[in-house]
């Protein structure tokens, strides 16, 4: 597998009178990835698809794929990728083959050929059996499958699919995963928008998180949790509810004054964030029961990534404006500019830095 970005894009800036929608994004991807892009409505997503797909034309910065310029090169790079909106376009009283074959003619797949690609298609996407059924007659799980066989009618390198899980019932997104996952050991290339984050986070080897139409964090996922661990998330649960205010106030008491801690009475919980260490928290606990308060529960909360998404949209929308240190193009420490390692839940090799 060649280790040239698969896609590439270098200070991309998207302008619009004086909005700047797309503010010098710098990002890389190698063959099989999953980039999980995420991001709040208008953070920028939109824009950078456009850019990648030829629609639309950077103010500044560059774009590429597979080597080819996404501005110059508009014809090869339509070759290149495969594009799955978020809406599923119906032509009445067609099947899903008549469907698939009407794509296939507009892609100019040859007809000796085309047969045999719908064919290939319906069987990545595990849809063959519904080939003889009515395109608007399907479920909405259905034309997913669909649509995603139509986008790789002509065999594209890059995949963006944008939010190819919304609607889907469990099962379905189950099956969406599995495919997309076969696609990425296929040595397809995948940026995936999706507001499911705990779907989008089991897919995923690589996460981009976009605000304000800046980058804010890119990375694997697990570089991206080391990043965020900076303040643990801690629960304690106890026996008796009556405890809940005493043991609060102790903890208050110990922890750092700008450690936060949520009590709860109606649940005999108390929540609370820290940057203690270990050992600092075990003689914090100790103190707690030896005041005669009984503990029935006490963990760390793991981090996930839609705890990474909300602190990083709360920390930007709730900032003074100026430029937050997380878009710097510096690298994070310890961590090279777009290049760390991590591990896909196949065992490929990641790249990826983390910029916070």
Known sequence: ???????????????????????????????????????????????TIK????????????????????????REIKRLIGYMPDVFGVYDNMRVREYLDFFGAAFKIPRALRAKRIDECLEITGSAYMSDRYVEALSHGMKQRVALARTLLHDPKVLILDEPANGLDPQARIEMREVLLRLSDMGKTLIVTSHILPELARVCDTVAIVTQGRLRMFGTLDQIMKQMRQRRLMEIVLVRQADVAKAAAMLRDRLYSNDEVKPSEASGEIVFSTGMEDGQIAEMLAGITAAGVAVLQFREVPLDLEDAFLEVTRTQLGGSGERPAATQTSPAPGVEHGAGTGSHKNGRHVTGGIRT
């Open 1 to 47: 597998m060649s280790h040239e970005p698969v896609i590439h894009t270098h200070e991309l800036t998207k302008k619009y009178g004086d909005f700047v929608a797309l503010d010098s994004l710098t990002i890389s991807l190698e063959q099989g990835q999953i980039l999980g892009f995420i991001g709040p409505n208008g953070a920028g997503k939109t824009t």
């Open 51 to 74: 850019i990648l797909v030829g629609l639309s034309r950077p103010t500044s910065g560059q774009a590429f794929v597979a080597g080819r310029n996404c501005e110059k090169d508009v």
